[in-house]
């Protein structure tokens, strides 16, 4: 089973930009979609990006034009490339691997990062 490691959160002031990154144990091209998640304290965790092997690719409105998700599937891992960056948007961010159906319906799987935090300032 792959194992996931997210990295490249930080502090970052209102305006600013961080890419974020998930590293995969194993190949990810046989793997149908990654996705993004994120947790802020007091509320359910939520899908912010996705995408499959094939590049289709799911945003979240609140972020849509301002992040951008893609992989790398020959270094097994997916990045989340955050621009405009918004105190709303802090978080504990996660990876997973899941399904992304052609209904644009992201099913989380079982296999997670452990996160990476994402403090913006205002």
């Known amino acids: 089973q792959v194992q996931l490691v997210e990295s490249g959160g930080g502090l970052v002031q209102a305006g600013g930009s961080l890419r974020l990154s998930c590293a995969a144990s194993?190949?990810?091209?046989?793997?149908?979609?990654m996705g993004w998640y994120r947790q802020a304290p007091g509320k359910q965790r939520e899908l912010v990006a996705a995408?499959?092997?094939?590049?289709?690719?799911k945003y979240v409105d609140s972020v849509k034009g301002r992040f951008t998700i893609s992989r790398d599937n020959a270094k097994n891992t997916v990045y989340l490339q955050m621009n405009s960056l918004k105190p709303e948007d802090t978080a504990v961010y996660y990876c997973n691997a899941g399904v992304l159906y052609f209904t644009m319906r992201y099913s989380a799987g079982d296999v997670w990062g452990q996160g990476t935090q994402v403090t913006v300032s205002s």
């Open positions: 995408i499959t092997s094939g590049g289709r690719t």
């Open positions: 194993g190949s990810i091209s046989s793997i149908n979609a």
